[in-house]
């Protein structure tokens, strides 16, 4: 009573509309509706999914139910009007599970005590199975009087009493959710197999305590431990592989500190929890802590580990001035920064929040095997009870036998986990290396694409351009004119100046210029009086910018130029390019390589895409294209019959991404471009998007694989069990192999290494 009195009061505490936030999110498309993503504790298979679907469903206010037997996570969309969080949480205790918020810092320790539980079941099991075998053994290899009557019935006493911890503890898993079952009238798997665990051991019992009875023939007693070992080593080893398959996610949750240092009024800091936060508080951050929100550092210089965010491997260098990202690991010394963003606003929030909507969607050949999951089980309980009558007539014993393997091996478990296994693993994968997966289902689509589209700023290159070469007038010389043009364009954050400044900053640049009296005109360029540092004398008034602003004579040719010029005209003109990522060639020839067909389509000037395309080996793009050029084109080609997918980042790429059977974005991409994206390459790694693709081939393989051996082998044991040929341990031992080698394909899939290989 205590117990429940204690549960009631922690989901009431769920009800402050201020915890909500912490597990929930505001639908943005419907006002006043919530969408929460909460751990189901006790569940196993899809039939446990479906049952717990129903009880939130039937509760009023919640509009939208999504629960997944892979992840053990449930997605739930409710009416704070009409509905609180503890009404539907009780619903799900009501159907004997437990719902927990996603980011309960006590999920892990509870999860791994249910894992503890499980191996001391399984210990148990094991032990009582070696000592019931060899108490066994001489029945089975004992001639006609070698054993007298005493001898035999001591051996069946002996595996008797060391077959009561089986039951009594190994066992209770199953019996405890059986009856959970038979109380709310519906079925999952732990039903038949605690039935067919139950008449085994009354079977046995009834042949123990009466040797001359209908049921004295033989006892299963070594049949019985030895397939609830097998059940309880394979339940375990899934509870084991899926936790590793989850890891990426959780990481990701868990990351943020819980309090965090504030500096207050008075100069001294105060420990905070991190909701507390607010922009524009000035916090520290200690080496090893994450930091809590997205900002900039004011103080200190360190190295971070932005890895599990962005997929990049290696520390990043951090320096007063720069930004930090929440999540983000403080390697090496105390910093303090200002916040910026906090809470829902900043990138990590984003990045969990596609990683939850991913881990309870569900696949189309995930929902078809959890359709068929209850009816498949309603039939496995006739088609045992139909086996036992038939055989009821020759042989009781043998008939309750019959029944009780068709029980075990016939259970769907392989079935439902085949497809949601596997992409959840490939969905970890990609997660370590920068790619958030927004719909499980995504991967279906991908596999079949075999046209890519490319948008080209911010995609095939960076936003940033880079200087390619510099003109200078007769006596000077580049490094001198470069040392002018940086004096001027350190005060300008046009994309031209920014490119300037990293050049002369990268060839270690002396910055003896001084600038004075800065002005810049937009569009057009900076002008201000420069003189030499030390030398007040050697004044000049520059420019830095058009050729109009210049003035100079317009330059011929298609390269972008700004020029710098004095008083008496040109001093030099720097020519700049686009900055195409270095691995935008590598990926479009994986791409080409797996038969994909690669276009470019972009909104600049034609010869501008056409020079991008032949640098990076794409044989037809598209220049000065409006979104709707974009969108006809994407509609011209899926009418041919491509699958084709997008991958853009800027506003114009909306309607495309939309369009597109699947569609990538960057993570700087505008909030439409995410919006619309099924994919969120995190990082700036243009590698992933082809590594995504062929991941998708290879998890598709695994699911189709995974789904041929769960059916082969219910064609194959069915048929054994109702005649009678499979008998009740090795039914046992299919079905846990049957389940494990469905989740160890799957995991094949979370090697990075291959990963690697197959681009």
Known sequence: MAHGQEAAASLALLDDEQEWAAFSRQVASQPGQWESNVLIEG??????????????????????????????????????????????????????????????????ERRLAESRKALWRMMVAGLCMMQVMMYAYPAYVAQPGDLSAEMEQLL????????????????????????????????SMDLPVALGMLITFVVSSAGTFDPTGVFG???????????????????????????????????????????????????QFERVPVRRLQSGDVIRVLPGEAFPADGVLLLGHTSVDEALLTGESRPLSRQVGDEVISGSHNLSATVQMRVD??????????????????????????RLADTIAKPFLIGVLIAAGVACAYWWQTDPERALMVAVSVLIVTCPCALSLATPAAMLSAAGTLARRGVLVRRLDAFESLAAVDTVLFDKTGTLTRDAMVLNDIQVRQGLTQPEVLAMALALAQHSLHPVSKAIVVAARSAAMPNHWRAEQVTELAGQGIRASVSLAGDADATKDLRLGSASFCGVAQ????????????????????????????????????????????YLLSGDASDAAQWVAET????????????????????????????????????????????????????????????????????????????????????????????????????????????????????????????????????????????????
């Not at 609180?84 to 004997?96: D, E, K, L, T, Y």
């Not at 899934?238 to 398959?245: F, H, M, V």
């Not at 059977?661 to 960057?666: G, K, T, W």
């Open 341 to 366: 963003r906090v809470g829902a606003q900043t990138r990590f929030a984003q990045m969990v929040n596609l990683m939850e909507s991913a881990s309870t969607s569900k696949p189309k050949l995930a």
């Open 555 to 598: 330059a011929d040719g298609n390269a972008l130029q700004v020029h710098l010029s004095d008083a008496q005209g040109w001093l030099a003109s720097f020519e700049l390019q686009e900055d195409i990522r270095p691995d935008a060639q590598d990926t479009v020839s994986a791409l080409q390589r797996a038969g994909i067909k690669v």
């Open 156 to 187: 069946r006493w002996a595996s008797w009493v060391l077959t009561l911890p089986v039951i009594l503890f190994s066992c209770g898993p199953f019996f405890s959710n059986a009856w959970r079952d038979v109380l709310h009238r519906r079925v």
């Open 616 to 759: 990076v080996g794409i044989a037809k793009a598209r220049g000065q294209c409006s979104p709707q050029d974009k969108l006809d084109f994407l509609r011209e080609s899926q009418l041919q019959g491509h699958k084709v997918a997008v991958v853009g980042d800027g506003l114009n790429d909306g309607p495309v991404l939309a369009g597109a059977h699947v569609s990538f974005a960057f993570g700087q991409a505008v909030p439409l471009a995410q919006a619309q994206a099924d994919f969120l390459v995190s990082g700036s790694r243009l590698a992933n998007v082809a590594e995504a693709l062929l991941l998708s081939r290879r998890t598709l393989k695994i699911v189709r694989q995974n789904l041929a051996w769960a059916a082969i082998y219910n064609a194959i044991c069915v048929p054994l069990a109702v005649f009678g040929l499979l008998p009740a341990w090795l039914a046992g031992l299919g079905m846990a192999s049957s389940s494990l080698l469905v989740v160890l394909n799957a995991l094949r899939l979370s090697r990075d290494s291959q990963v690697e290989q197959d681009t």
């Open 217 to 267: 023939h033989e006892v299963f007693f070594d049949s019985l431990t030895m397939f609830v070992f097998f059940l309880l080593a394979g339940r375990w080893l899934e509870l084991r592989l899926r936790d590793r398959t989850a890891g990426a996610l959780e990481a990701l949750m868990n990351r943020l500190p819980d309090s965090v240092l504030r500096l207050k009024p008075d100069g």
């Open 43 to 108: 569940m196993h298979c899809a039939a446990c999914a479906l049952t717990i679907e129903d009880a939130l469903k039937a509760v009023p206010g919640v509009r939208n139910v999504e629960v997944s037997a892979g992840s053990h996570r449930a997605k739930v969309v409710w009416e704070a009007a009409a509905v609180a969080p503890s009404a539907w949480m009780r619903a799900v205790q009501a159907a004997g599970y437990s719902a927990v918020p996603a980011n309960d810092v006590f999920a892990r």
